[in-house]
């Protein structure tokens, strides 16, 4: 199966070296970050302002080789890409949930970003609490490792 993707806005960060970027932007809630969606697309940012977080998924266009199975960001301890939010995977799609802070046209003000400035942006769909909250849900492997700063050298 042949599929095509294309960016549908970029995203604007204070992020221009890989390592700077935070590991998730809930860690980082006052990172500002400006999303300009192209003007084609526009119309369909049309009662976005009316919810306060959003998720955007993009793609990782800086990411590195794809490894199945390494030491993650936040552990020594290798895991599968797909138990992982590691950026160097197959298809190379972000997602991250940030808060929707400000609408000026084609252009959206978030806070808690966490990608780095020039990322081609492929989708924006609205973060509903009432869909997308699961309160039992598990953190899985992450719940047994602290938060940390990005280890030199590793992706």
């Known amino acids: 199966m042949k599929m095509h993707v294309k960016p549908?806005?970029?995203?604007?960060?204070?992020f221009k070296q890989k390592?700077?970027?935070?590991?998730?932007?809930?860690?980082?809630p006052d990172s500002i970050g400006t999303i300009v969606v192209f003007k084609e697309y526009a119309p369909g940012l049309k009662d976005i302002e009316t919810f306060t977080h959003i998720y955007l998924l993009y793609y990782f266009h800086?990411?590195?080789?794809?490894?199945?199975?390494?030491?993650?960001?936040l552990d020594d301890t290798p895991h599968g890409v797909f138990a992982s939010r590691h950026p160097c995977r197959p298809n190379g799609i972000g997602l991250?949930?940030?808060?929707?802070?400000?609408r000026k046209g084609n252009t959206l003000i978030v806070s808690?970003?966490?990608?780095?400035?020039?990322?081609?942006?492929l989708d924006i769909k609205p973060y509903i609490p009432r869909f997308?909250?699961?309160?039992?849900a598990s953190n899985g492997w992450?719940?047994?490792?602290?938060?940390?700063?990005?280890?030199k050298g590793r992706e």
């Open 142 to 151: 992450v719940s047994h490792v602290k938060n940390r700063r990005k280890p």
């Open 132 to 136: 997308d909250c699961h309160r039992n």
């Open 62 to 73: 800086r990411a590195g080789d794809v490894v199945l199975v390494r030491p993650t960001f």
């Open 8 to 14: 549908i806005g970029v995203i604007r960060t204070s």
């Open 96 to 102: 991250t949930i940030v808060a929707l802070k400000k």
């Open 19 to 28: 390592e700077n970027t935070p590991i998730q932007g809930k860690q980082s």
């Open 112 to 121: 808690g970003i966490d990608v780095l400035d020039g990322t081609p942006l």
